[in-house]
């Protein structure tokens, strides 16, 4: 049985006050900003001779006069601190997710190696009800208009009477309405609640009763579960992300956000198991196990590559504004940021951790998995800015309001995974593959 240590308790508090302080701070600063500062700053985006649009709908539909330019930037600027705290909200939300989705994979394919870990599993995707609990209040900010981060939100823009109508955002609106977006947000929460639940329930019930009953229940829910990420995956990349430059779309969204939620969750259970490990609280852990960790890590930072790519190239090759600029505007204002993203997240893995002797070496795969995880947060990052804060970017405050809200994610993230280990019984002794698991050697 896993004790949660006061010193790793302590760290997660610390972690989660300091990150509640520094986005205060930042968050005050930010509204401090007036009408002449914002003024002088799009003086200043405007003297690097970058014009080019971070929004693909300023393309089709920019503002007409410099009042309504200073009124654009005014919301851009000021969406700083909801925007440093949704996109690692739905960062975290969906590892969590995507760590259950693993879970499931495995039972759905009766996998005997990793059942030594299924308890870390569980205890990671304990942070999926808190998680989504943040993203609620975040929906409720965007659907009350006391946050901007949605561009479709503002109902003037499905307003055929109005000046500012949007013909693009008008025929999107049967999905991209208030109300729909609001109920799917909490169906993608209350779904992955409920499957936490229901799995944890279920795998605790196998471990009392021994049962092969009870083990078919529990893979019949796995195979529930991965139905229902593969959808609500799909949604929420739509909904979160991918809906914050509404004129813009990729058939390759869904796949390039997921993986990238799946790399890092796999990067995360590599943590907790080596942490476990080293501390004696899982000594079943091996090499083995550890070098096939290091495998699913390495494919899907590859995985991630190629989703980048395709994605980037297929726009790049069609050229249609609205759409490249996607892109266009990343390299423009984001061009320290965008394309070096690759190095955590494909030159590093594809260097390091094509070796297989390097996959059994702890502290070489462990460095691995924390890159892993910093280089997907940067993604995260590149995906939700450009739209939402446009080049202002390049703030202090900013750069406040994105650490703070990082170290109280990743606090409150510590927290939940841990206490949630300690609840649970480390070793699944009711599973029939727990014995493949200890024996297990990779062969090669």
């Known amino acids: 049985m896993y004790s949660f240590s006061p010193k790793l308790k302590l ?51 920019p ?30 939300f969906g590892v969590s997710c995507a760590v259950l989705f693993f879970y499931c994979i495995q039972h759905a394919a009766h996998a005997g190696w990793p059942i030594i870990i299924t308890r870390v599993m569980e205890a990671i995707s304990g942070y999926i009800p808190v998680g989504g609990l943040i993203l609620i209040i975040i929906m409720l900010l965007n659907v009350t208009h006391n946050g901007h981060l949605f561009h479709w939100m503002d109902p003037a823009l499905t307003d055929p009477d109005s000046d500012q109508f949007d013909v693009i955002i008008f025929e999107k609106k049967k999905f991209l309405n208030i109300p729909f977006y609001a109920i799917r947000t909490i169906l993608y929460v209350a779904g992955a609640s409920f499957f936490a639940w229901k799995l944890r329930r279920m795998s605790k019930k196998v471990d009392e009763t021994k049962s092969a009953r009870d083990y078919q229940f ?21 909904d979160w992300l991918m809906s914050i430059d509404p004129h813009w779309y990729s058939t390759m969204y869904i796949w390039y956000s997921m993986v990238s939620c799946l790399a890092s969750a796999i990067a995360v259970i590599i943590l907790v198991s080596v942490y476990l490990k080293k ?3 899982l000594p079943q852990f091996n090499d083995n ?19 980048w790519f395709a994605q980037f190239m297929l726009y790049w090759y069609a050229n249609v504004p609205e759409e490249a600029n996607y892109f266009f505007g990343r390299f423009e204002h984001y061009k320290e940021l965008y394309l070096p993203m ?34 997907h947060a940067w993604d995260y990052f590149n995906m939700v800015m450009p739209g939402t804060i446009g080049p202002y970017w390049r703030t202090p405050e900013l750069w406040m309001l994105t650490i703070g809200a990082t170290l109280f994610i990743v606090g409150l993230f510590m927290y939940s995974v841990l206490f949630t280990l300690s609840k649970l019984k480390l070793i699944p002794e009711g599973n029939p593959y727990l014995h493949e698991s200890k024996i297990y050697e990779y062969p090669f």
Not at 346 to 374: C, D, E, G, T
Request: aromatic fraction near 14%; hydrophobic fraction near 55%; avoid cysteine.
């Open 342 to 375: 690759l190095i955590p997240n494909f030159l590093i893995p594809l260097l390091v951790l094509v070796s297989s002797k390097i996959k059994r070496n702890y502290k070489v795969v462990s460095a691995m998995a924390v890159v892993v995880i910093f280089g």
């Open 11 to 61: 760290v997660s508090i610390i972690l989660l006050v300091a990150g509640l302080v520094l986005f205060a701070a930042g968050y005050f600063m930010n509204h401090a900003i007036d009408e002449v500062k914002i003024e002088h700053m799009m003086e200043a985006v405007k003297g690097t001779g970058h014009d080019n649009p971070t929004h693909s709908s300023e393309v089709v539909t």
């Open 218 to 238: 529990l893979y019949r829910w796995s195979v529930g579960y991965i139905a229902f990420f593969g959808f609500a995956s799909a949604a929420w990349a739509w």
């Open 289 to 307: 196990h550890l070098h096939d960790l290091g495998v699913f890590l390495f494919a899907s930072s590859m995985l991630w590559t190629y989703t």
């Open 279 to 281: 501390n004696g609280f």
């Open 63 to 92: 503002a007409k006069d410099h009042a309504g330019h200073v009124k654009h930037a005014t919301h851009q600027i000021h969406n700083q601190p909801l925007a440093s705290l949704h996109f690692i909200s739905v960062f975290f």
